[in-house]
């Protein structure tokens, strides 16, 4: 059991309806989101485009939300000061991106903003471990990055046990075709941030997914990790 760290549900607005954007972010929040998961894709470093730091901007004003920025995008050091102008809480980005985190990270750091290293499926765990003692959070995809509703990747578990083991204190999130079952295992191997799009939005009863979610992650977490 870890006291110290927070179970953490973070709604995929990828899901959402992007003409409503401002409204289904304070939803999320109403019914206990504690993150915005904000996907944020150039067409380059993942084949699908999104949105970027002019709209958070544009919802900043509108939701008190943690907004929680995934940057899918190649040379993701040109666009950190742009979301932190936006009002972006937490700024991650891919480690296939760079060959120099350490500065990226920095740069979140000095613009008073949470960072976040990411690896895609088929990079090795080991090329993100030198990085994770100066980072606030890491995040384990749990599929190709670029689109929401695919089947969730059980083999990534083992990159979160390595990261667990070594980072007891460590924010590790997963995200890619989660929903309860999904968040019971990734618990168990020691996640305790649960990104989830379709498992959330696709559903008649969001508030229901989010609390489910939560309970399944607060589960596996207590009892096996
Ligand atoms: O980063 C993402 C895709 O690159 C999405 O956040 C993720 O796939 C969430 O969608 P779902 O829960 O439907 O899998």
Not at 76 to 103: L, R
Not at 122 to 142: N, R
Request: net charge negative; proline share 7%.
């Amino acid at each position: 059991m870890r006291p110290s760290l927070k179970i953490k549900i973070a709604p995929s607005l990828l899901s959402g309806d992007f003409a409503y954007l401002a409204r289904d972010c304070e939803r999320m929040v109403d019914y206990g989101a504690d993150y915005l998961h904000m996907d944020v894709m150039d067409g380059h470093f993942v084949p699908n485009l999104t949105i970027g730091a002019p709209v958070i901007k544009s919802l900043r004003p509108h939701t008190k939300g943690f907004l929680d920025c995934h940057l899918m995008v190649s040379s993701p050091e040109k666009w950190i000061d742009d979301f932190a102008k936006a009002g972006a809480d937490q700024v991650g980005f891919h480690i296939e991106a760079t060959n120099d985190a350490g500065s990226i990270i920095d740069k979140i750091h000095k613009l008073n903003m949470r960072a976040c290293i990411t690896l895609k499926p088929k990079t090795p765990v080991d090329d993100i471990l030198p990085f994770l003692s100066k980072v606030d959070q890491v995040l384990v995809m749990t599929v190709e990055p670029g689109f929401g509703g695919q089947k969730f990747m059980p083999e990534m578990l083992e990159k979160v046990r390595t990261i667990r083991k070594q980072f007891p204190e460590l924010d590790i999130q997963v995200d890619g075709g989660i929903g309860p079952t999904e968040a019971r295992l990734a618990s168990s191997a020691g996640a305790n941030v649960f990104v989830a799009g379709s498992a959330i939005f696709n559903t008649p009863d969001p508030k229901k997914a989010i609390e489910e979610i939560r309970r399944m992650g607060t589960e596996g977490f207590m009892t096996d990790c």
